[in-house]
């Protein structure tokens, strides 16, 4: 191994910033708005839900760790609104609180496609997996305190600051055991195999070929999250 691959290390931030481009990615596709993180983030020592929305997921695998979102009724109102204005829903038949079932149930969808999209991202970059648990969401009055079931040796906490078209804010925090990866040789991420991208490519290889421009990758991309999330 070269003096140069022993030097690519991936860490705590690395994941927490592949995190955060999850949740841009999934909820820009999702709205058709812009949402952006804050270049700064926090170091914390707990996590949890807050007012007056705050969902949470599980992962465990190659490592263990916890993803809350806490969103402010009006924040979480403008991404359900939006997404649904964006299925083509009718404005006057939208849910007109953040306690209705329907908004959690938005949310909390918009969620696993985040943290879907992020496992993907940690299988084919960091060749490990990842598994999660299905998101549950809360609407709540007060704060409530969360700890990872498996106990983390050396944790890591920490909080990224998101904002919103409208300038709304929401907050993630991330709680994982303290690791690096380090590559141990070169590879290209594009050729580590995906068992759904093979699936798609034996239906397509059954329904024939076809003389259609291929897509960018990107296209693509965003076309299997609108997919998913049922656009």
Same mark, same amino acid.
């Not at 839900?49 to 993803?67: M, N, Q």
């Given at each position: 191994?070269? !003096?140069?691959?022993?030097?690519?290390?991936?860490?705590?931030?690395?994941?927490?910033?592949?995190?955060?481009?999850?949740?841009?990615?999934?909820?820009?596709?999702?709205?058709?708005?812009?949402?952006?993180?804050?270049?700064?983030?926090?170091?914390?020592?707990?996590t949890?839900l807050k007012?007056?929305?705050?969902?949470?997921?599980?992962?465990?695998?190659?490592?263990?760790?916890?993803?809350?979102?806490?969103?402010?009724?009006d924040?979480? +109102?403008?991404?359900?609104?939006?997404?649904?204005?964006?299925?083509?829903?009718?404005?006057?038949?939208?849910?007109?609180?953040?306690?209705?079932?329907?908004?959690?149930?938005?949310?909390?969808?918009?969620?696993?496609?985040?943290?879907?999209?992020? /496992?993907g991202?940690?299988?084919? !970059?960091?060749?490990?997996?990842?598994?999660?648990?299905?998101?549950? +969401?809360?609407?709540? /009055?007060?704060?409530?305190?969360?700890?990872?079931?498996t106990?983390?040796?050396?944790? !890591?906490?920490?909080?990224?600051?998101?904002?919103? !078209?409208?300038?709304?804010?929401?907050?993630?925090?991330?709680?994982?055991?303290?690791?690096?990866?380090?590559?141990?040789?070169?590879?290209?991420?594009?050729?580590?195999?995906?068992?759904?991208?093979?699936?798609?490519?034996?239906?397509?290889?059954?329904?024939?070929t076809? /003389?259609?421009?291929?897509?960018?990758?990107?296209?693509?991309a965003?076309?299997?999250?609108?997919?998913s999330?049922?656009?």
């Amino acid at each position: 191994m070269s !003096e140069e691959n022993k030097d690519v290390v991936y860490g705590t931030e690395d994941l927490l910033m592949s995190l955060c481009n999850s949740v841009t990615r999934v909820l820009n596709v999702a709205t058709q708005s812009k949402v952006n993180y804050s270049g700064m983030v926090q170091r914390i020592t707990k996590t949890g839900l807050k007012p007056d929305i705050g969902c949470f997921v599980l992962f465990d695998g190659g490592f263990t760790g916890l993803v809350v979102l806490n969103f402010a009724a009006d924040t979480a +109102m403008e991404i359900y609104e939006r997404y649904m204005l964006h299925m083509g829903m009718p404005k006057s038949e939208l849910a007109s609180s953040h306690t209705a079932d329907e908004v959690s149930n938005i949310m909390g969808e918009l969620m696993n496609q985040i943290v879907g999209d992020f /496992t993907g991202k940690v299988r084919r !970059e960091l060749q490990t997996n990842i598994t999660q648990n299905q998101p549950k +969401m809360l609407v709540l /009055t007060k704060q409530v305190m969360l700890s990872v079931d498996t106990p983390l040796d050396r944790p !890591e906490m920490r909080r990224v600051t998101f904002y919103t !078209e409208k300038s709304n804010i929401f907050y993630l925090e991330l709680a994982i055991d303290r690791t690096e990866f380090i590559r141990l040789h070169d590879f290209d991420s594009s050729e580590v195999a995906d068992p759904d991208a093979l699936l798609d490519m034996e239906r397509g290889n059954q329904g024939g070929t076809s /003389t259609a421009p291929s897509p960018s990758a990107e296209d693509e991309a965003n076309d299997e999250l609108l997919k998913s999330l049922g656009m």
